[in-house]
């Protein structure tokens, strides 16, 4: 019966619970929303204006590479903006992270500001991540 | 710094199912809802639940299971099947997306997972 506890409990406390952080900030003259999900031994980080999804992203680091391995799940593959942000991203924090990034790629300056974005908010609260 | 209310909608909780802590995470999106139904914490394997296009409006849809990450295993597209059916026709033929990663898929566990889900209703 110890066993079956003890085996219990270990399960309980094996990983936290799944937790949510939504924040917004508004760069070149539009509100960008941010929402991740921190998960065990990684992240899924959604950005956007319309609450649309649509790619995905997932990389994460490997040891026989320097830059983290990236696949895109859903989305047109033609768009690589949430590929190369997961990747650095996945790169930055060692973990598995998944990315939507749903916002219009035409201008390539709101990327960069979305990733300092980004970056700030793993400084800031990396409990969040 | 501007914090206006978050567009995206979700609910998560946690519940024992078989003695197994299983959490799950549930968000809105206007094209997809996403859940995550978890014993490992991780998002696990990722399935695309998708309704077929209507041929007409009085039958429900059938519905299309596609594994994009992750082992595709039989199994896996009757669990999907079986646990984003209802989500997806509840929220108007919405497709879903269903991050699994399971320690026990038996039969009685997945419609007490069903009901977890249901808890954290965001469509």
Not at chain 1, 116 to 121: D, F, G, L, M, V
Not at chain 2, 16 to 21: D, F, K, L, M, P
Request: a neutral charge; charged letters at 20%.
């Amino acid at each position: 019966v110890d066993a079956v506890v003890n085996g219990h409990t270990s399960l309980m406390i094996a990983f936290d619970a799944i937790s949510v952080h939504n924040f917004s900030e508004k760069i070149l003259e539009q509100v960008v929303h941010f929402h991740v999900m921190k998960l065990s031994g990684g992240f899924f980080l959604w950005v956007g204006s319309t609450p649309v999804l649509s790619n995905l992203a997932v990389s994460m680091s490997s040891k026989y590479d320097s830059v983290p391995l990236s696949t895109l799940v859903i989305g047109d593959p033609s768009n690589t903006a949430p590929n190369s942000l997961a990747q650095r991203l996945a790169k930055k924090t060692k973990k598995q992270v998944f990315v939507s990034y749903s916002l219009p790629v035409t201008d390539s300056n709101l990327g960069l500001l979305v990733e300092n974005r980004i970056k700030k908010e793993l400084e800031l609260h990396p409990e969040h991540f | 710094m501007s914090s206006p209310a978050p567009i995206i909608r979700s609910r998560q909780t946690e519940k024992e199912v078989n003695g197994i802590s299983t959490q799950v995470a549930c968000t809105e999106f206007s094209n997809y809802i996403f859940v995550v139904l978890t014993q490992y914490g991780k998002i696990g394997t990722l399935i695309s639940v998708t309704p077929d296009s209507r041929s007409n409006d009085i039958t429900t849809p059938t519905l299309s299971t596609k594994v994009l990450l992750g082992k595709d295993e039989p199994l896996t597209h009757v669990c999907a099947k079986n646990l984003a059916t209802f989500v997806s026709q509840e929220a108007g033929n919405r497709p879903v997306l269903l991050g699994l990663a399971l320690k026990d898929s038996s039969i009685d566990s997945i419609k007490q997972m069903k009901e977890i889900i249901r808890s954290c209703q965001v469509w």
